[in-house]
């Protein structure tokens, strides 16, 4: 028997899906410095598509003065968050070069509490613009009380060294 956890009002059951629809997709925009990643980021062979995404912004950083990458997932797993770090590192090596880059960061309803956990935890990541955008309300990660954001560095801190002793 299969078991499966969801709120029915908030969240469709992941296998209930169109196998169409699960998929990643990536667009560049050079003429607006701006890159969109959406979908479902998930699956065994992502390393080359994120590895391609990773070069692009590169370029991007080398050549322009600015970029803008907006994330939309509908489901991510942890391989997606090792790729989004390396990522985070190549802008805020820009940002400290003051080149404007931006992050903004979509949340779906049907995905509201993970999403936004996700997003806050690797906005603590960026030393540059981190939006999370929801269907009601924009947040700036930089605007968060700080308290809040301490308390969440502290949690992820323990966390890791947790990880790291086991």
Partial sequence: MKVQLTNRDTRPPLGSQNQTAKRLYMGIHPNLNFIEV????????????YEQLI??????????????????????????IKYLLSIIKFMNRAHKEGKSVKIYWKVDADRLDEMTEA???????????????????????????????????????????SRIAA
Avoid: P
């Avoid at 912004?57 to 997932?73: A, E, H, M, P, T």
């Fill in 119 to 161: 997003a806050l935890d690797l906005s603590m990541m960026c030393d540059f613009d981190f939006k999370i955008i929801t269907e009601s309300a924009t947040i700036d990660s930089k605007s968060i009380d700080d308290g809040v954001m301490e308390h969440r560095k502290l949690l992820f801190g323990l966390s890791r060294k």
């Fill in 55 to 80: 070069r692009k912004v590169q370029l991007f950083l080398d050549k322009r003065d600015g970029l803008i990458i907006s994330f939309n997932y509908e489901m991510f797993n942890t391989t997606t």
């Fill in 38 to 49: 959406k979908g479902w980021s998930v699956g065994e062979f992502l390393g080359g598509r």
